[in-house]
């Protein structure tokens, strides 16, 4: 980076780029990784977090843009994968929360378009309109295809049918029990359409306020937070926060379907062998959530929505294909998925 702007970079083994800025005026502290550009631009969200050391931040940044290489490779799009992590909490007030976001627009300018980021957690449309002001490098805009929740949705559906498809026989949800921790963006928008398949939705949240929103969708039942993962359900959802999967998690489970739009739900990789021993399906995170970046198709690779939604209902069979492989190759389900990005990046997979 160069101008004004103070940017550190890192050498990081098997990513491209990764840059720590800092401005120390305004508070401004971010990660930009980027992890591979093989296919295209590297895109990947902008999150607000708030992280107790700077380290946890890169290694965040780290996980979530290596994540996009795959998400991106696998939903067939012309993208590489790549993160934008700053370090919260960002301004509240417009003026010089705009500013900020200006700011971090031109951190993105400087990077010369191999990155190109939207909203993520943390961040909104509006916050990637002051972007905007700054660089062309960004999606997910107010006056684009905004908020990329209701396609997250409609892709983790897309997911679970041919999940229940692949389980079942049959890829109607109808009467199925369907577990659903976090009813915030995504998990409402999900519910919904839980809801009119006619699943029977359990719901969990630890905000008061997001359970009463989906309460008003009707005929959904309410668990506490810590019983979530107990209920007797078909399917978990995992659509609050990452590495949810872990040893306990996975021994308490009852669903034998995984399926939701957490990001990194494995809280480490041996928990995809786990899984698959205990005869659970688990549809890997960046496979079933991937509806979001396909929608920022239309903003940045300039799809039209036909394509882009031809890509959404393309979830189903790139699932299919990750469940077949993880049974042919008698692997985890997120390391067929992995290898199969791996192909798609035109590299041998690992062992
Ligand atoms: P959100 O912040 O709107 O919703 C998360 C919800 O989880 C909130 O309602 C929060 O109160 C709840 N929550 C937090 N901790 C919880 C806990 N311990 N138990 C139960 N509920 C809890 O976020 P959004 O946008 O709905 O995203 C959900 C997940 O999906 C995140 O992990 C995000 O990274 C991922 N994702 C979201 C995409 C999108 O389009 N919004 C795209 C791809 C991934």
């Not at 895109?43 to 607000?48: E, K, M």
């Not at 509240?92 to 990155?115: D, M, S, Y």
């Not at 992995?338 to 690992?350: I, N, Q, T, V, W």
Request: hydrophobic share 40%; proline share 5%; net charge negative.
């Amino acid at each position: 980076m160069k101008s004004d702007i103070e940017g550190h970079p890192i050498e990081v083994s098997g990513y491209e780029q990764v840059w720590v800025v800092r401005a120390e005026r305004s508070g401004y502290h971010a990660i930009f990784a980027i992890h591979d550009t093989t296919l295209g631009p590297a895109v990947g969200g902008t999150r607000v977090r708030v992280y107790d050391a700077v380290d946890a931040a890169v290694d965040d940044a780290l996980r979530l843009a290596r994540g996009m290489t795959c998400k991106n490779a696998l939903a067939g799009l012309p993208f590489g994968g790549g993160k934008a992590v700053i370090l919260g909490p960002a301004p509240v007030e417009r003026e010089p929360r705009r500013a900020f976001f200006r700011f971090h627009g031109r951190c993105i300018q400087e990077l010369g378009g191999c990155f190109v980021t939207g909203e993520d957690v943390g961040t909104t449309p509006t916050d990637m309109e002051s972007v905007a002001e700054a660089t062309d490098y960004v999606g997910g805009r107010e006056t684009g295809m905004g908020d990329p929740s209701p396609f997250t949705a409609r892709g983790v559906l897309v997911a679970l049918e041919a999940a229940a498809a692949d389980r079942w026989g049959s890829p109607s949800l109808h009467g199925r029990i369907v577990a659903v921790q976090g009813v915030g963006a995504v998990g409402l928008h999900l519910c919904r359409g839980l809801h009119e398949r006619g699943a029977r939705v359990l719901i969990a949240d630890v905000s008061p306020a997001r359970i009463e929103a989906a309460s008003r969708l009707g005929a959904l039942e309410v668990v506490a937070p810590d019983r979530i993962l107990d209920v007797e359900a078909d399917v978990f959802a995992p659509c609050a926060l990452g590495g949810v999967l872990d040893e306990k998690a996975v021994d308490r489970l009852c669903a034998q379907i995984v399926c939701g739009a957490a990001n990194n739900q494995l809280a480490h990789p041996r928990i995809d062998a786990k899984l698959r021993d205990r005869g659970i399906r688990y549809v890997p995170d960046y496979v079933a959530n991937a509806g979001g970046v396909i929608s920022g198709s239309v903003d940045i690779a300039g799809w039209d929505r036909t394509r882009m939604e031809q890509a959404l209902d393309g979830i189903g069979s790139t699932v299919s294909a990750v469940l077949a492989a993880s049974d042919r190759e008698d692997i985890g389900t997120q390391a067929a998925a992995d290898r199969m990005a791996e192909r798609r990046l035109g590299r041998s997979p690992s062992p």
